[in-house]
């Protein structure tokens, strides 16, 4: 349960060592650099005006506009040959491992191939870009032609001459027959044709005598007929149809030879991917450049690192540049600092789940470890079902032992065996093995008999692990000097909230009535201890009794342990009774058993994920809200930021 302790590190070196200490200072990943003139600190107000911002801009855009070409060529690889990702992938542990020496060394090697394959691929995108261009065209006018594919006569025929009008266009369908009898009404020698149609319109040919064209046109518009402009092509529909057919075959050949030829490239695939993780860590150097202050001769960084890590970076630095001196101060009182959470093995992986809630106050207290043994303990009681935590257990402890992860996978997996092993121990004490299908009774008392039972046991886990947080707060409140703080607000609280539990016992009914009496006398007599004057104060004690509602709300709330280990058995339970109709011949036999595993995996992962939520629901609603204080920034060192590529010490 702690924070790490920081310090304030300024680091002053002479201008032709900074590519040397940026080198070291990435690869050590110990100091959050901030920007040295955003912060209107005490200590930097006499000497900032005589800095200026470093830059390095120019080169950043050099490194950017490489960096460009060599993801486009990964992405056109990607795109038309994805790469296989195997689990190892997915758990971010399957990258080359390389040392720092090995790393630089094949940037030259990288780079030309780089040039080479982006280049290339760059006028196999171009020709791609004009087929699809060209394959966009014949499909509009594809599109074009469809309706007219009737027509018998050449599309360069389809034309007005000086005695006849030809037009070809577009009605709707529900008013082509009032259109055909008011032409054949008003207008002699006029002959309309249905070419197709669809739901909505109809696709005509229209020929009429040419000195008719007024009147004709004027009918026409009056049923909104549009005219369809015919294409400037040879031959018919049908026949332009079956050249367009033919063509677009072609480009698909050409796209296929084109893709084709792309494999050669795909040998360079680990190489383009080496030199991206290469640009982008230089990148990233060139990028930090803009946070330092630089004189003439030498430039200057500032940032936050733990404590611990200065001496390491002093000798590091030490050994390898000549120039560099190094100064540390503990944060001023008043100084917001980042946050870096520090637990032992057991703890560490919670760290994941306090950060999904927030980061704590630099200055206050990280509840990991104190949350720890809790989210364990609700993880195996909702759980609940001894078999399934035999499977967590294994999948992870299989996966901690035999597979490389990134960090945070591992803490995931970490979590994961953990509250397998909860599962298994509240599952043999409370419930059972698959939902009765390995039948052996629990060693404690079975759940699903004694409801009331149980429910008893969570809400009594739930005033614990609410008592306990109230202990930390009070703890803390003693430790900063606060010790009235701590007897008005927490001990009265907690001697009220025991004062009315002992009430529901009748041999203990007299103790609990003078305990929640007395407490909740201090209560009003404390509570309002902000307000000024005497009235106000006794009303806002007063008014903070209200508050009992929600003590005995949060702890109602723990519940929620019954509810989803009785859930969890019961759908096992339902489960093995569906696959059990099965059992009448071979075939169904065969059914059962894929019934018995499909089903059985489903309740497990539902139930992995109700687990989880609900635990940590717990912790963040009902137990950090008696201590915790966020508001942290958490910890964002410079670092080496690669995908494909894990550095090692040299």
């Given at each position: 349960?702690?924070?790490?302790k920081?310090?304030?590190l300024?680091?002053?070196?002479?201008?032709?060592?900074?590519?040397?200490v940026?080198?070291i200072?990435?690869q050590?990943?110990?100091?959050?650099?901030?920007?040295?003139q955003?912060?209107?600190?005490i200590?930097?107000?006499?000497?900032?005006e005589?800095?200026?911002?470093?830059?390095?801009?120019e080169?950043?855009?050099a490194?950017?506009?490489?960096?460009?070409?060599?993801?486009?060529?990964i992405?056109?690889?990607?795109?038309?040959y994805?790469?296989?990702?195997?689990?190892?992938?997915?758990?971010?542990?399957?990258?080359?491992?390389?040392?720092?020496?090995?790393?630089a060394?094949g940037?030259d090697?990288?780079?030309?191939?780089?040039?080479?394959?982006?280049?290339?691929?760059?006028?196999?995108d171009e020709?791609?870009?004009?087929?699809?261009n060209?394959?966009?065209?014949?499909?509009?006018?594809?599109?074009?032609?469809?309706?007219?594919?009737n027509?018998?006569?050449?599309?360069?025929?389809v034309?007005?001459?000086e005695?006849?009008?030809i037009e070809l266009?577009?009605?709707l369908?529900?008013?082509?027959?009032?259109?055909?009898?008011?032409?054949?009404?008003?207008?002699?020698?006029t002959?309309?044709s249905?070419?197709?149609s669809?739901?909505?319109?109809?696709?005509?040919f229209?020929?009429?005598?040419?000195?008719?064209?007024?009147?004709?046109?004027?009918?026409?518009?009056k049923?909104?007929?549009s005219?369809y402009?015919?294409?400037?092509?040879?031959?018919t529909?049908?026949?332009?149809?079956?050249?367009?057919?033919?063509?677009?075959?072609?480009?698909?050949s050409?796209?296929q030879?084109?893709?084709?030829?792309?494999?050669?490239?795909?040998?360079?695939r680990q190489?383009?991917?080496?030199?991206?993780?290469?640009?982008?860590?230089?990148r990233d150097?060139?990028?930090?450049?803009?946070?330092?202050?630089?004189?003439?001769?030498?430039f200057?960084?500032?940032?936050?690192?733990?404590k611990?890590?200065?001496?390491?970076?002093?000798?590091?630095?030490?050994?390898?540049?000549?120039?560099?001196?190094i100064?540390?101060?503990?944060?001023?009182e008043?100084?917001?600092?980042?946050?870096?959470?520090?637990?032992n093995?057991?703890?560490?992986p919670?760290?994941?789940?306090?950060?999904?809630?927030g980061?704590?106050?630099?200055?206050?207290?990280?509840?990991?470890?104190?949350?720890?043994?809790?989210?364990?303990?609700f993880?195996?009681?909702?759980?609940?079902?001894?078999g399934?935590?035999?499977?967590?257990?294994l999948?992870?402890?299989?996966?901690?032992?035999?597979?490389k992860?990134?960090?945070?996978?591992?803490?995931?997996?970490?979590?994961?065996?953990?509250?397998?092993?909860?599962?298994?121990f509240f599952?043999t004490?409370l419930?059972?093995?698959?939902?009765?299908?390995?039948?052996?009774?629990?060693?404690?008392?079975?759940?699903?008999?004694?409801?009331?039972?149980?429910?008893?046991?969570?809400?009594?886990?739930?005033?614990?692990?609410?008592?306990f947080?109230?202990?930390?707060?009070?703890?803390?409140?003693?430790?900063?000097?606060?010790?009235?703080?701590?007897?008005?607000?927490q001990?009265?609280?907690?001697?009220?909230?025991?004062?009315l539990?002992?009430?529901?016992l009748?041999?203990?009914?007299?103790?609990?009535?003078t305990?929640?009496?007395?407490s909740?006398?201090g209560?009003?007599?404390?509570?309002?201890?902000?307000?000024?004057?005497?009235?106000?104060?006794?009303?806002?004690?007063?008014?903070?009794?209200?508050?009992?509602?929600?003590?005995?709300g949060d702890?109602?709330?723990?519940s929620r342990?019954?509810?989803?280990?009785?859930?969890?058995?019961?759908?096992?339970?339902?489960?093995?009774?569906?696959?059990g109709?099965l059992?009448?011949?071979?075939?169904?036999?065969?059914?059962?058993?894929?019934?018995?595993?499909?089903?059985?995996?489903?309740?497990?992962?539902?139930?992995i994920?109700g687990?989880?939520?609900?635990?940590?629901r717990?912790?963040?609603?009902?137990?950090?809200?008696?201590?915790?204080?966020?508001?942290?920034?958490?910890?964002?060192?410079?670092?080496?930021?690669?995908?494909?590529v894990?550095?090692?010490?040299?």
């Amino acid at each position: 349960m702690a924070i790490a302790k920081m310090e304030k590190l300024y680091l002053i070196a002479h201008q032709c060592e900074k590519d040397k200490v940026l080198e070291i200072v990435q690869q050590c990943g110990a100091i959050e650099i901030r920007d040295i003139q955003a912060e209107d600190t005490i200590d930097e107000d006499d000497w900032s005006e005589l800095v200026v911002r470093d830059s390095a801009q120019e080169e950043l855009h050099a490194l950017e506009a490489v960096l460009t070409d060599v993801r486009f060529a990964i992405d056109f690889l990607n795109r038309y040959y994805p790469a296989k990702k195997s689990m190892l992938d997915a758990l971010g542990g399957n990258r080359t491992p390389m040392t720092a020496d090995e790393f630089a060394a094949g940037k030259d090697q990288w780079a030309e191939v780089a040039r080479e394959v982006s280049d290339a691929l760059r006028k196999v995108d171009e020709r791609l870009m004009s087929l699809r261009n060209e394959e966009t065209r014949l499909l509009n006018l594809k599109a074009q032609l469809v309706p007219w594919s009737n027509v018998d006569v050449p599309l360069n025929e389809v034309r007005s001459s000086e005695f006849v009008n030809i037009e070809l266009g577009t009605m709707l369908a529900t008013e082509v027959d009032a259109c055909r009898k008011q032409l054949d009404a008003d207008v002699d020698e006029t002959y309309l044709s249905v070419i197709n149609s669809d739901r909505k319109d109809a696709y005509l040919f229209v020929a009429y005598p040419a000195w008719k064209a007024e009147e004709v046109q004027a009918i026409l518009k009056k049923f909104s007929f549009s005219r369809y402009p015919t294409p400037s092509l040879q031959g018919t529909p049908a026949e332009n149809l079956a050249r367009i057919e033919d063509e677009l075959s072609s480009i698909d050949s050409q796209r296929q030879s084109e893709v084709d030829a792309v494999q050669v490239y795909l040998e360079h695939r680990q190489s383009l991917n080496y030199y991206s993780d290469y640009l982008v860590t230089e990148r990233d150097k060139k990028q930090v450049v803009d946070n330092f202050a630089s004189t003439r001769n030498s430039f200057i960084i500032k940032g936050w690192i733990l404590k611990s890590d200065v001496p390491v970076l002093k000798k590091k630095l030490a050994d390898q540049c000549e120039t560099v001196e190094i100064v540390s101060r503990p944060p001023y009182e008043d100084e917001v600092f980042p946050v870096l959470l520090q637990n032992n093995s057991f703890a560490a992986p919670y760290e994941f789940v306090t950060q999904l809630y927030g980061t704590p106050s630099p200055r206050g207290i990280d509840p990991t470890f104190a949350m720890a043994p809790f989210f364990i303990m609700f993880f195996g009681l909702t759980m609940s079902d001894a078999g399934y935590g035999l499977i967590m257990a294994l999948v992870a402890g299989f996966a901690l032992l035999k597979l490389k992860m990134a960090p945070m996978a591992r803490k995931i997996f970490k979590i994961m065996f953990a509250g397998g092993l909860s599962t298994i121990f509240f599952g043999t004490l409370l419930s059972g093995w698959f939902g009765g299908l390995i039948p052996m009774e629990p060693l404690f008392f079975n759940a699903l008999e004694n409801p009331m039972r149980m429910l008893i046991y969570s809400l009594a886990i739930g005033v614990i692990q609410i008592f306990f947080g109230m202990g930390i707060m009070f703890y803390r409140n003693v430790k900063d000097g606060k010790v009235l703080d701590a007897i008005f607000d927490q001990l009265f609280w907690a001697l009220l909230i025991v004062g009315l539990l002992l009430l529901a016992l009748p041999e203990l009914s007299g103790i609990g009535r003078t305990l929640s009496m007395a407490s909740a006398g201090g209560l009003i007599l404390t509570q309002g201890r902000a307000q000024k004057n005497i009235a106000m104060k006794l009303l806002a004690g007063l008014f903070s009794l209200y508050n009992i509602t929600g003590v005995l709300g949060d702890i109602l709330s723990y519940s929620r342990l019954l509810a989803l280990g009785l859930a969890s058995s019961v759908i096992a339970m339902a489960i093995n009774m569906l696959a059990g109709l099965l059992n009448v011949n071979p075939i169904g036999y065969v059914i059962m058993i894929f019934m018995l595993i499909g089903g059985h995996i489903f309740n497990l992962v539902i139930n992995i994920l109700g687990a989880y939520v609900h635990s940590s629901r717990l912790q963040y609603l009902e137990f950090f809200n008696r201590f915790y204080e966020g508001g942290g920034r958490p910890f964002k060192p410079f670092q080496l930021n690669t995908s494909h590529v894990e550095l090692k010490a040299d």
